[in-house]
């Protein structure tokens, strides 16, 4: 079966744009997370979703950063007036937590540059 | 405070020899732990897990050893191959201190399997 799908593969905007960075989690699986990963090091929780409820926004840099999974489904990460600050690879990762510890399945990320 | 450490930022084996990655944490309330493998260009592969209830986990070529007394986990790889060069992230989670399965993740070694 597919695994997780993110769109865009890359983006560049320029500082101050607003951006939406789109996650389409392994079908079935309930857990969703986001997660930024800057240059040579690992990645940083962001935030946390089970099904549409998002549970653990906790890793969020500032209110600039929103997520939304509406349908419990697809999620889409969306940040306002973007900084250079804000240029890293954001990680998408989904798991069927449901059942215990399970392992999380990552896609292939989004490079979001800042100009 | 970098709860989840790989002090080894490379590694260079011979083709045929034993890989060996380390990960060091500092928060006992981690219960679950993970070994990830990124090539350039893609997201994280899940390879091995081990609950802390275990010190040993294998599969195949990897083996996980888990020593929670002293806060340390390796990754072993027997015998490396070429196709195995990428960088490897270590990752830990706690159900104690977080119902979300948040991974915690460390800055990652880079292994070069020589042929």
């Known amino acids: 079966g597919a695994g997780v799908s993110q769109s865009p593969r890359y983006k560049v905007a320029k500082r101050g744009q607003d951006v939406a960075l789109r996650c389409d989690p392994i079908s079935g699986h309930v857990s969703l997370f986001w997660y930024q990963q800057a240059l040579g090091q690992g990645p940083e929780f962001l935030t946390y979703f089970q099904n549409e409820a998002q549970l653990d926004k906790s890793g969020l840099p500032s209110d600039r950063f929103f997520a939304e999974r509406p349908e419990g489904s697809v999620s889409t990460l969306k940040i306002q007036r973007t900084q250079q600050e804000d240029s890293a690879v954001y990680l998408c990762?989904?798991?069927?937590?449901?059942?215990?510890?399970?392992?999380?399945?990552f896609g292939d990320g989004t490079r979001l540059s800042i100009l | 405070d970098q709860q989840v450490k790989q002090n080894s930022p490379s590694l260079s084996v011979q083709e045929g020899r034993i890989s060996i990655l380390n990960c060091d944490y500092t928060?006992?309330?981690?219960?679950?732990f993970l070994w990830y493998k990124k090539y350039p260009a893609e997201g994280p592969t899940f390879l091995i897990s081990i609950s802390s209830i275990k010190d040993k986990n294998e599969d195949g070529r990897f083996t996980v050893f888990l020593n929670k007394s002293a806060k340390h986990l390796s990754l072993h790889i027997v015998p490396s191959q070429p196709g195995d060069s990428a960088v490897y992230f270590c990752a830990a989670s706690s159900s104690v201190s977080s119902n979300t399965g948040k991974l915690i993740f460390g800055q990652g070694t880079t292994l070069q399997v020589k042929p």
């Open positions: 928060n006992s309330m981690f219960d679950y």
């Open positions: 990762a989904s798991s069927d937590q449901g059942v215990g510890n399970q392992p999380q399945h």
